[in-house]
């Protein structure tokens, strides 16, 4: 079965880019996509087909993919983005997440 | 403004059966060309998904899942559900249903958290 992975976790300091990768087997032959999940909350899909932003999400979201990684930068990181992120792509039929990935802004 | 809303026991015995509906308002699910989908977050784990179906009643399950469960639609209540037989405590989560674009799945509900306990 396919996999994706991503680090455990990403520490950022207020203001500054927080990169979030995830990688995986022929990656740049298939859309990513990333989603936001906060405690008590549903995941909100923050990424879609590696760098469209839905609407309503901030421009300081940005998605790009490179061989077989993809990353999710948030610019100016906020203590509101704090938050488990997770990539996803459809594979032979399949919806597979990564891991997830936990965001600390200190 | 399309509307998911999860519901279904948040307590089922071990061997038995986990049933949700998902009740969608807003957009009818038989004229729609979209999937619908659930989801499942157990305690301190990631995202997994469990399947999803379309209003013709094509679905697509999780092989890890798949000898035991069944997603249906029911068009005339604008609902879809979920059955997981033979629970265990590893099914113990927060079931999310959602729709499902082409790629992404974009409009959530609030999620339900169903416990697995004698």
């Known amino acids: 079965s396919y996999e994706l992975t991503q680090p455990p976790s990403v520490s950022v300091s207020a203001g500054q880019t927080a990169s979030i990768s995830c990688s995986g087997n022929r990656l740049g032959d298939k859309f990513v996509r990333w989603y936001q999940v906060k405690p008590d909350q549903p995941p909100l899909l923050v990424m879609d087909e590696d760098k469209k932003r839905p609407s309503g999400i901030p421009e300081r979201f940005s998605g790009s993919t490179s061989g077989n990684t993809a990353t999710l930068a948030i610019r100016g990181t906020q203590t509101i983005d704090e938050a488990d992120y997770f990539c996803q792509v459809w594979d032979s039929n399949t919806v597979v997440f990564g891991g997830g990935t936990l965001l600390t802004v200190l | 403004q399309l509307h998911l809303q999860e519901s279904g026991p948040g307590l089922v015995k071990p061997s038995e059966t986990l049933s949700l509906a998902c009740n969608v308002s807003g957009v009818s699910i038989s004229t729609s060309s979209h999937f619908w989908g659930w989801i499942r977050r157990p305690p301190g784990k990631g995202l997994e998904w469990v399947g999803q179906?379309?209003?013709?009643?094509?679905?697509y399950y999780n092989p890890s899942l798949s000898s035991r469960v069944t997603i249906s639609v029911d068009t005339s209540k604008n609902q879809f559900s979920l059955k997981l037989a033979s629970v265990t405590a590893a099914d113990t989560a927060v079931y999310y249903c959602a729709r499902k674009l082409p790629g992404a799945f974009d409009i959530w509900g609030r999620g339900t958290r169903v416990i697995v306990s004698a």
């Open positions: 179906i379309h209003q013709s009643g094509n679905t």
